[in-house]
Structure formats: C-alpha cells, structure tokens
C-alpha cells in the first residue's frame, strides 16, 4: 500500500458527493452564525435588570419590539427593557441574557413582561463563530463524505466538492457452466447454476466506494 497513490481529484455536485474522499482540505471562510443569536424562545434582557428576580419577587421589564428568526437585531437594549426574542434570531445589542419564556408570564400584558427566575443570567445567547470561523479547518483531505459531513460543506458554502476519482475494477467471474439472471432458464433446465459470485463482488466494490465495469 506504501507505493499507492490517490487518483487524480475531481470536482463533483454536493448531492453526488456522498462517500467520495475529499482531495482537499475544508477550510471556512465566513463567520458562522454571522451574528450572536439566540438559543431559545424567550426575552432578550441585560443580566443587571433581572437579577434576583423570583416567583415572589418578579420583576417587570419593558418589551420594545418583537425579533425573529430572519429580522435585524435593531437598537441597543437600555436599562429596564426586553426584547421578545424567537430561536435563533439575532440577539440586539445590550443584551447578554436570554430569559427563556417559562420564566416569565410570556407578555400576558401587552408591552411588559413579568420575570420569575434568574437561572438565565447571561445564557441562551450563542456566540458569532460558534459554528466556524475564516480560516478554520472543517475537514481533513481524504476524510469520506457521510451525511453529516454533506451538511458541514453545505454550511461552508460549497456547492461543488473537489474529491478523489473512484477506482474503476473489473470483475470477472468464470465457468462454463455459469450463467446470469437473464439466462436462468438455463439453471431450470439443469445445463447451468447462477452466477451468484459476480454480482456479490460487484455490490462490495460499488459499496467500497470504487466503479465497476460494465
């Protein structure tokens, strides 16, 4: 194996790309999320006006505005305010918490909401780059395609893979008396038995990642 070298790479469809190894390494050139966004369905608050708050002490927040998944972030949130905040939104400036929506009384009075806990002082909020950064090494040159790896390069923003080439192979399979599926009337009539072997072989090649000649 020491005097064996990969086949000349080859750029292929992402979707047909599934098993092949890479020829080269993965390497991100955006910032993935793009923005601080948030990890949970709730309210987006500074950890300082929430401090302390309890079922017994609960403390009321101004909502300024609503943020979904899609929106800008908005303003700056300031002393005493909220942001109504859905998964994965982006996370308006100010705010370093996400209260997660069991904790309050979801807005029940419109314009304010009620907060019951402080379990979620400075959490929920996940980072810009968490998922990758420029420069950062995804995958390593000859790592095989999975479907969770399809999903990584799709991230990175690669329609097309540059892979290695398939080996191509041969299978030959011999006997007079063999004979093929399509000649199975032979087997009936008892000139011949199937040729199990050659298809069996074929499958393992194709299933090793290599071509089988047809």
Do not use: Y
């Amino acid at each position: 194996m020491a005097g064996v070298t990969p086949l000349k790479g080859e750029r292929v469809l992402l979707s047909d790309s599934l098993g092949r190894a890479l020829a080269e390494d993965l390497v991100a050139d955006a910032t993935l999320p793009p923005w601080n966004n948030s990890g949970m369905d709730g309210f987006a608050v500074r950890a300082k006006d929430f401090k302390g708050a309890s079922k017994e002490s609960p403390i009321r927040l101004a909502v300024i505005r609503h943020v979904r998944a899609g929106d800008a972030p908005g303003p700056e949130v300031g002393q005493g305010q909220a942001v109504r905040i859905m998964t994965g939104a982006p996370v308006p400036p100010g705010a370093d918490s996400v209260v997660r929506v069991e904790d309050t009384d979801a807005e029940s009075e419109s314009g304010t909401v009620q907060i019951f806990g402080d379990r979620d002082t400075g959490a929920n909020v996940r980072p810009a780059g968490q998922d990758m950064r420029p420069g950062e090494k995804l995958l390593g040159r000859g790592h095989t395609i999975t479907p969770g790896t399809v999903g990584v390069i799709a991230s990175a923003g690669q329609a097309r893979v540059l892979v290695h080439g398939r080996p191509c192979t041969a299978v030959l399979t011999t006997g007079d008396e063999l004979r093929g599926p399509d000649q199975f009337q032979d087997v009936r009539s008892g000139i011949g038995i199937p040729d199990s072997n050659g298809p069996m072989i074929s499958a393992m090649v194709t299933a090793a990642g290599a071509s089988v000649m047809q």
